[in-house]
């Protein structure tokens, strides 16, 4: 059965507790390696990744590039414009033809129903890279990077301040996997998707959505934040506007613990949501955050091709 990796809800605790362990200890394997050798393991030797781009992106693109090389592997990498994917080929004869050239598909898309068609007509694994609704590789390369500083995500405390948007879905479907509370501070217009709200209600996470960024972060282990506007967005000066009391500054991060960490999934706009303060200060670990989507999104191939 072709094991795609669209949603972190789709996996089981197991699953993801297994893939999150893959990425800790390939990572450890490679200290002081160059970054282009292979693991000795090299589970996708002889593999082609085939990296579909809706959407712009440098540390999706670079880190999928880097960890299938890593794992033995190469890609080909490709706009939907370049494709005739931008010229109204059904997504379904695209992944049909591709299924016949390539061992896996990553897409970073801009409608996650295109994402899930995908992979139904597909005999690879499809991975999903961003959508609208959600970011999975984020997520994980989060968890690792958070256990690497401060042990088992289980059982802590999570703060996402700001919008409601496709990564903090993500987080609010890796609560119920992973066992850590998640408060969410966002503005009511901006609340996370009302389904990733139900399958937290259901599984019985522990999720909080309020209104109030103190409330959220008080006490929290770690504080994470993302940029007001994202690509697509058409409303801009709204969200400027509505997310001025979101902003992460050092004021809001002392609500916290005070070994709390910082977390950024990039690009960031300095002086909106988060101040140089808080980004450039001793609690944050973004650059460990952005290096661990190599490592995680490895340990995501390599679990793709065990199927």
């Known amino acids: 059965m072709t094991r795609h990796f669209l949603d972190i809800c789709d996996l089981s605790a197991e699953e993801l507790r297994a893939i999150v362990d893959d990425a800790h200890a390939r990572k450890k394997l490679r200290q002081g390696w160059p970054k ?3 693991d000795a393991d090299a589970p996708a030797r002889n593999r082609v990744l085939a990296m579909i781009f809706e959407k712009n992106s440098t540390r999706t693109r670079f880190s999928f590039d880097a960890a299938i090389r890593q794992l033995g592997g190469q890609a080909i990498i490709s706009t939907a414009l370049d494709m005739q994917l931008g010229r109204g080929e ?5 992944a049909k033809v591709l299924s016949r050239m390539v061992d896996a598909i990553m897409i970073r898309a801009n409608r996650h ?3 899930d068609r995908l992979a139904k007509a597909s005999s690879v694994p499809v991975i999903n890279g961003l959508t609208n ?27 996402w301040v700001g919008d409601g948007n496709n990564v903090c879905n993500s987080f609010i479907h890796a609560a119920a996997r992973f066992g850590f509370t998640l408060n969410i501070a966002c503005p009511d217009r901006y609340k996370p998707d009302m389904n990733a709200m ?5 599984a ?7 209104s109030d960024p103190r409330e959220a972060v008080k006490g929290a282990d770690v504080v994470m934040a993302d940029t007001w506007v994202s690509m697509g967005d058409l409303d801009h000066d709204e969200r400027l506007e509505a997310f001025q009391p979101y902003q992460v500054n050092e004021a809001l991060m002392k609500e916290a613990r005070s070994d709390a960490l910082f977390l950024h999934c990039l690009p960031a706009h300095r002086g909106e949501e988060v101040t140089d303060g808080v980004i450039d200060g001793p609690q944050s670990v973004i650059w460990d955050e952005a290096e661990n989507r190599i490592h995680a999104q490895k340990a995501v191939l390599a679990w793709c091709f065990a199927g």
């Open 36 to 38: 282009g050798q292979a």
């Open 90 to 94: 059904p997504i379904e004869d695209t």
């Open 113 to 115: 129903e295109d994402v």
């Open 133 to 159: 609704m959600s970011h999975p590789c984020q997520i994980l390369a989060d968890i690792q990077t958070i256990e690497e500083h401060r042990g088992a995500v289980e059982g802590k405390t999570l703060a």
């Open 198 to 202: 139900v399958f937290a209600s259901e």
């Open 204 to 210: 019985r996470a522990k999720v909080l959505v309020t």
